[in-house]
C-alpha cells in the first residue's frame, strides 16, 4: 500500500478554550466532527454495503447520516502538543488516588493520511536520539476497527484510553472493510476505497479467499502503525508527511522520546478482534513488539481464530454475542471455541459484560441512544458500559507492564460454560462478579495461579 491512515489520540494538558477558535458547524471548541468529510462518501459507503447502487437512495444514506450524527463532535483538540514530560505524573495512578487528577487531563486526536513513502524518508539520527529509542514511558496501542467501521466510531473508548497516558494510533482500514476512505498521493488524483463484496472483485474471489486477503494487508497496516510509532519516537515528526488536505502535524515533534515502543499492545473489534488475534502469531510478534493483546467480540464470520499467541490476551464480549451462538468453522460453538483458545494460553481471561451488544463499545449508543437501544435490546446503560470496558482495558494495559493482577482481572470464574450452562445468559447473570462501574460480568476463563506449597492449581 503507498499510504497509511490512523487516528491518533493521545494525552495531553488540559487547554483553556478561549484560546481556540469554536468549530463554524457547531460552534464548540471540540477536536474535531464525529462524521467524517465529506458525508457524502460515507452515506454512499454505507448504501453500497446494504447493495443500494440507485444514486437517489446513497443520496438518502448520506441525509440520514447527516441528520442522526452531522453536528456530532469528537470532546478534545486537534494537533495540540503531547502531555509535556513534567505533568507525567498525573499518570501514574490509574486505578484511583489520582482518578480527579487523571479526568483532567484531555485527550488530543490527530487524524491523518500519512505516505508510505515519506516513513522511508532517510534520516541520520543524532547520538541522542539513538539511545532513547524505546525508552519513552508512555504506553503505545494499536487499534483495530470492526467490519464496516471507522478509526473514529470507537473516538470514546480510545478517547478515554488517551486520557488516562496512553497514545493509541487508530488505523483507518483500507483493505475494504470500511465504508469508504480517501487515499491522497501527491502529483495523484484522490483515490476512493469502497467496502469491497467478492462480486465486486474482478476475477471475483470466494469470501473466505477474501478475508484471507483483507486480514493479510491489515496485518501490513498493523506492522506499518508500529513502524511509525517507533519513527514519532525516534524524531522523526517533521519529516512524516500528513496528505490530507488542511490538515495538521505540527505537534509530531512532540512524541520525539516520549514513548514506551519496546513493548506494544493490539486491541481490536469483532474483524478487528480477529486480526488482533492474529497479530499474537510467534512470527508477527518477532516484527511487531507486542506485549499484549485485547480482542473485543471476536469475529463470528470473519475467519478462524488464531490460537497461537505467545502474550497476555484479554477477551471481552459483549451479552449479544454471547447469548447468540452460531456454529464456527466445522470447530464448534463460537463461544467453545474462544474458550478452548484463552483456555489453552499461558496468560488469557475471558469474560462477558452483561447487558451490552456487539455495538457497544463503539459511539453509536451514546450518539442515538433510543434507536440502538429499541434496535439491539440493550438494558446496560451505554456510557456505564463504555466505562466498565475502559476500567477493565486499563488493569489488563497495566498487568501487561507491571505484573499486577488489580480489579476484574481478580476475579474467579463465574460461569465455566457461559449460555450451555445451567440457566443459560440468567445463571450467569445469576453468578455475575460486579464491575467497578455498576456493571455485571460473566467470567468464563481467568489464568491459572500456581498455589505455593505444591497445592493443586487454582482456575
Not at 452515506?43 to 437512495?57: C, L, N
Not at 474458550?339 to 462477558?352: A, E, P, Q, R, Y
Request: charged letters at 20%.
Amino acid at each position: 500500500f503507498d499510504t497509511l491512515a490512523v487516528t491518533l489520540y493521545y494525552p495531553t494538558r488540559p487547554h483553556d478554550t478561549s484560546a481556540h477558535p469554536k468549530h463554524p458547524l457547531t460552534e464548540q471548541y471540540e477536536a474535531r466532527l464525529w462524521l467524517p468529510r465529506p458525508v457524502s462518501l460515507i452515506g454512499t459507503g454505507y448504501a453500497r454495503i446494504a447493495s443500494v447502487y440507485f444514486k437517489p437512495g446513497q443520496w438518502l444514506f448520506s441525509f440520514g447520516m447527516w441528520a442522526l450524527a452531522g453536528r456530532t463532535t469528537i470532546p478534545g483538540f486537534v494537533d495540540t502538543p503531547l502531555l509535556p514530560v513534567p505533568e507525567e505524573k498525573l499518570l501514574v495512578d490509574q486505578s484511583g488516588g489520582a482518578k480527579q487528577k487523571i479526568g483532567t487531563v484531555t485527550g488530543g486526536t490527530f487524524d491523518a493520511n500519512f505516505s508510505g513513502v515519506t516513513l522511508e524518508h532517510d534520516v541520520e539520527d543524532d547520538e541522542e536520539g539513538e539511545k532513547e529509542i524505546g525508552k519513552g514511558t508512555l504506553p503505545c496501542i494499536i487499534f483495530s476497527h470492526g467490519m464496516e467501521g471507522m478509526s473514529q466510531s470507537y473516538s470514546n473508548y480510545l478517547g478515554s484510553l488517551a486520557s488516562r497516558g496512553f497514545v493509541v494510533a487508530a488505523i483507518e482500514h483500507r483493505d475494504g472493510s470500511g465504508p469508504g476512505s480517501i487515499v491522497n498521493l501527491p502529483g495523484k488524483q484522490k483515490r476512493r476505497v469502497w467496502h469491497i463484496k467478492p462480486e465486486d472483485l474482478s476475477p471475483e474471489m470466494e469470501v473466505e479467499e477474501l478475508k484471507v486477503a483483507q486480514l493479510g494487508f491489515r496485518e501490513a497496516e498493523i506492522i506499518e502503525t508500529a513502524r511509525l510509532f517507533g519513527r514519532l519516537n525516534d524524531g522523526h515528526g517533521k519529516v512524516i508527511t500528513n496528505l490530507k488536505p488542511h490538515a495538521k502535524s505540527s505537534s509530531l515533534p512532540s512524541f520525539h522520546n516520549r514513548l514506551d515502543v519496546s513493548a506494544i499492545t493490539m486491541i481490536g473489534h469483532s474483524y478487528g478482534a480477529t486480526g488482533a488475534l492474529q497479530a499474537g502469531k510467534p512470527s508477527i510478534t518477532k516484527a511487531l513488539p507486542l506485549n499484549g493483546v485485547i480482542a473485543l467480540d471476536p469475529g463470528k464470520e470473519s475467519g478462524p481464530l488464531n490460537h497461537d499467541i505467545d502474550v497476555p490476551t484479554l477477551v471481552f464480549q459483549s451479552g449479544e454475542w454471547t447469548s447468540k451462538q452460531m456454529e464456527f468453522y466445522g470447530q464448534g460453538w463460537h463461544f467453545d471455541v474462544v474458550k478452548k483458545l484463552v483456555k489453552g494460553l499461558d496468560k488469557g481471561w475471558f469474560m462477558t459484560l452483561l447487558g451490552t451488544a456487539h455495538p457497544s463499545i463503539t459511539d453509536a449508543p451514546l450518539i442515538v441512544p433510543a434507536i440502538t437501544k429499541l434496535a439491539l435490546g440493550t438494558t446496560l446503560d451505554p456510557l456505564v458500559a463504555l466505562k466498565e470496558y475502559v476500567d477493565v482495558t486499563v488493569r489488563f494495559l497495566n498487568f501487561v507492564r507491571n505484573g499486577e493482577r488489580k480489579g476484574m482481572l481478580k476475579a474467579e470464574v463465574t460461569s465455566p460454560n457461559g449460555p450451555f450452562g445451567e440457566g443459560g445468559m440468567e445463571g450467569i447473570r445469576a453468578k455475575a462478579a460486579a464491575g467497578r462501574e455498576g456493571g455485571k460480568w460473566g467470567v468464563h476463563v481467568v489464568p491459572k495461579v500456581v498455589v505455593p506449597h505444591g497445592e493443586k492449581e487454582k482456575l
